[in-house]
């Protein structure tokens, strides 16, 4: 709402500036209402973030744990491997004939290209193990930051909505105090729209039209307004004309337009 300073030669009824006050009061109280209700989706987010931190960790882990499993696998099969390698080899003194020599070795060639190739599979398995770990070391140190600072930020945010809370619970104890003095019919005229009207339902006379709605008001309506001794409201949208913003009094000797531009 207009701030009064350097109005003061406006004549304003007693209640109607309670209304004003009452007013100014709703928006801020809206305002923390909404502010309010902002900040736990906030704290989600933070929670949110942490947890996919922290299934990082566990993804790591597990195609760690994979290519152990692996590892364990493929050094079962080089065991074995080199067992039938032995078998062969052993087998070699029994050969009686060039052709079953010449097959013998050929299935140790094919069981050495074996183990060559698991040997290989194992060096690599071992390099992923190694990389894997210290990935998983790099994330746990991740986490453990990301901990700390959203322990923190939600602990900010926490502190907030109980700041938040105490403000709105003192602002609206003011409000009791301040609706309690206005008169019950303004009060009622007051609680049934201000939700409609969200802070503009008590408006100024601007440039001699309602301050709401923007009608332009009939002279009478203007006279009523500037001369507050009773409640004027707009003949159209029905709000509450508070005073006339850019009347003062000394300058209403018969004229009121003189010091304003023609319209
Ligand atoms: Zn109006």
Redesign the pocket.
Known sequence: MNNQEGKQKLKLKPEIQLLIDLQELDVKLRNLKTEINSLPAKLTEIATSLEEQREQVLSLKHKYEETLKERRHKEMDLKEAEEKKRKFLSQQVDVRTNEEMHALQHEIALVEQQIDKLEDKILQLLDEEELLNKKIQEQKEKVKLAEEKAEAESRAIKEKIEKLKHHYNTLNKKRDELIARIPDELKDFYETFHERYLGELVVPVVNGS?G??F?QLLPQRLVQVHLAQEIVF?D??H?LLAYDADYTPESNTTDNDSDKPSR
């Open positions: 309602c709401g709605c009608m707009c159209r949208c709000r």
